[in-house]
């Protein structure tokens, strides 16, 4: 069992100014967390402060039910994984992945043993006499993961193990790792900035803001369900689009105006998401998500049942970007870019018009003012 608990852990830097606040979180055994936001928001120093390299200034660390926040790091049985390998670059491979058990004093053979077991499971036994100066970054980069899984941690903790590396190899190392996790079954708490790579890897991600978790929760339902704009916006790529919208009743029946009634455009909310809108925001404005893929042209939109629902927004492709399997149609509005995903055979080129119909199931509604999701609920299972 190991489990890692923060409570209300906080970091203050010069006494005034809080990195992270108030962070709470249960991270069970053998999860896969991933800590994710953009620069500056607080993910490597909770990382750091669960390592012991870093002073928590408030709250309280659990791990393995015990209270841990004053054990030096190498009392609390973590490995740390970091994004320039720490080699040591005067020793072999072998070296390098035996050090930690030799400093435990274990017999020869044993080591010898663990060696050539871990360089396996990572394919790197044909490098155990090379110098870390004589590795690729990829290669690297597995003797740093090769050194902290043979000391059998009781978790790892990983920051930004994979951004020194191209994108090709990027992509590879995730699907390693991801199966390195469900062989080893142990925890793995792991710092990235990377929206994909959370997505891909995480079993629950952590997305946070100026030192704030914003929402901690599987990546299906951060990205179908995201608790506020800001997660809306930084989770999927392309990101949501947010247009602001008038909300006003006509008819019995709730109605959004991108734009202001004035463009005529309207949008209907139905059931009880309509019934919430009317209630919250009615005659307010208020932003409206809606994700590339739920926007569709017509015949489609016949198709699907909601053409009805849904006035058709003309709008200039600015840019076409074909990506074979799909192809991402971009254009402005309200001064911002905004993305639709297509299939492939649409054949709209840029500087021609089209016409968009959103799925109106899948309309995310913003509070102006809270920025919050007005259908967001933690339970919501997708
Ligand atoms: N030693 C320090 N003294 C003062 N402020 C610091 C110190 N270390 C970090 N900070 C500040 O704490 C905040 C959080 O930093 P942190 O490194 O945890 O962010 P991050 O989310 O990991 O960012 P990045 O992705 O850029 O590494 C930032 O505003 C940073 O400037």
Known sequence: MSGIALKNVCKMYDGAHYAVKDFNLEIQ?????????????GKSTTLRMIAGLEEISDGELWIDGELCNYYEPGERGLSMVFQNYALYPNMTVYGNLAYALKIRKIPKKEIDEKVHKVAKTLEIEHLLDRRPAALSGGQKQRVAIGSAIIRKPKAFLM?????????????QMRIELAKLHKELETTVVYVTHDQTEAMTLGSRIVVMKDGVVQQADTPQN??????????????????????????SVEDGRTVLY?????????????????????????????????RPEDIYEYEEAVEKGFAQNCQGLEETVVTREMLGAEVILYYESQ?????????????????????????????????METEENLFYREDVQA
């Open 258 to 290: 991108p734009g202001g009634s004035e463009l005529g455009k309207k949008v209907y909310l139905d059931g009880e998401r309509g019934e919430l809108v009317r209630q919250k925001e009615n005659g307010k404005k208020v932003i409206l998500g809606i």
């Open 159 to 171: 920051d930004e193990p994979l951004s020194n590396l191209d994108a090709k190899l990027r992509a």
């Open 222 to 247: 951060v990205y179908n369900s995201p608790s506020n704009l800001f997660v809306a916006g930084f989770i999927g790529s392309p990101s949501m689009n947010f247009l602001e919208a008038w909300v």
């Open 29 to 41: 055994d053998k999860e896969f967390v991933i800590f994710v936001g953009p620069s500056g928001c």
């Open 335 to 367: 001064e911002r870019t905004h993305a639709v995903r297509l299939s492939p055979e649409n054949q709209t080129q840029t500087g021609e018009k089209i016409t968009l119909y959103f799925d109106t199931e899948k309309i995310h509604v913003f509070d």
